[in-house]
């Protein structure tokens, strides 16, 4: 049984769910492998097919990947935020402020997530030309956007992590993945939703990244 939702309904409101994951409801493994077949369907590189999904539902296992969700948090690096992030993040108000209030609340009831989702990609690229980068993440992370849409179509509900990232040797040691030959690709919580309906998010607006033929220094906001 899927949700009755167009093509467009389904791309504009597959949201991060972080409050709204119904974590008393455990979510029936039928499901999760009809997901898995639709996120196959996604392209990869040379139709090399390097994918595979992690999942992760029974109680002892759930709990040692939810502590390492938990450890991972303070650790979270990346990028320095430009000014362009920082205006773009809060072009509608409050944005930032629910992220934050959401993760919070996941945080305190990571253990109680049904299910977690970890998509890993064969072959590592850690130091290698953007070029190589490029082919490998683009080998995984359509097919993990299409079982996040497939999950959404379903009722279900996701959000999309990185808490992977900082611990992914000790993660994958868990998971019995060898690590020398897979990279995780995102640390994704998964659980029936609280309601079905869902908005399409306010965005920065389509002309301010849309260029036609060239490239366009956008008018709005802090230029870089
Ligand atoms: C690469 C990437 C990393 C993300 N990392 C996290 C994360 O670590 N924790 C989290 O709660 N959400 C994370 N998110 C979810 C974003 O915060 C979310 O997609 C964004 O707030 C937009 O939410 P919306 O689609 O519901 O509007 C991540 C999303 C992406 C694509």
Redesign the pocket.
């Known amino acids: 049984m899927t949700l009755d939702l167009t093509p467009d309904q389904l791309l504009s409101t597959?949201?991060?769910?972080?409050k709204r994951l119904d974590l008393d409801r455990p979510v029936p493994h039928y499901l999760i492998e009809e997901c898995v077949d639709l996120a196959t369907q996604a392209p990869t590189g040379r139709n090399r097919q390097r994918w595979h999904f992690i999942v992760v539902t029974e109680p002892t296992q759930r709990r040692a990947v939810a502590d390492i969700f938990l450890r991972a948090?303070p650790l979270?690096s990346g990028q320095p935020l430009t000014e362009r992030d920082v205006w773009r993040m809060n072009y509608h108000s409050s944005?930032t402020e629910?992220?934050f209030d959401?993760?919070r609340h996941?945080a305190a009831n990571i253990h109680r997530v049904p299910a977690f989702v970890i998509p890993g990609v064969e072959g590592r690229t850690d130091h290698a030309p953007v070029a190589v980068q490029a082919g490998a993440w683009g080998s995984i992370l359509p097919a993990v956007w299409s079982f996040m849409l497939a999950a959404r179509a379903r009722g279900l509900g996701t959000?999309?992590?990185?808490?992977q990232g900082p611990l992914e040797r000790e993660l994958a040691g868990i998971l019995n993945v060898p690590y020398e030959d897979i990279m995780l690709a995102?640390?994704i919580p998964l659980a029936y939703t609280i309601g079905t309906d869902?908005k399409p998010?306010?965005?920065v607006p389509s002309e301010q990244v849309l260029h036609w033929d060239q490239w366009k220094h956008s008018s709005a906001g802090p230029s870089q």
């Not at 597959?14 to 972080?18: Q, S």
């Open positions: 597959t949201r991060a769910v972080r948090l979270a944005s629910r992220v959401g993760l996941l959000v999309w992590t990185t808490a995102a640390f869902f998010a306010r965005r």
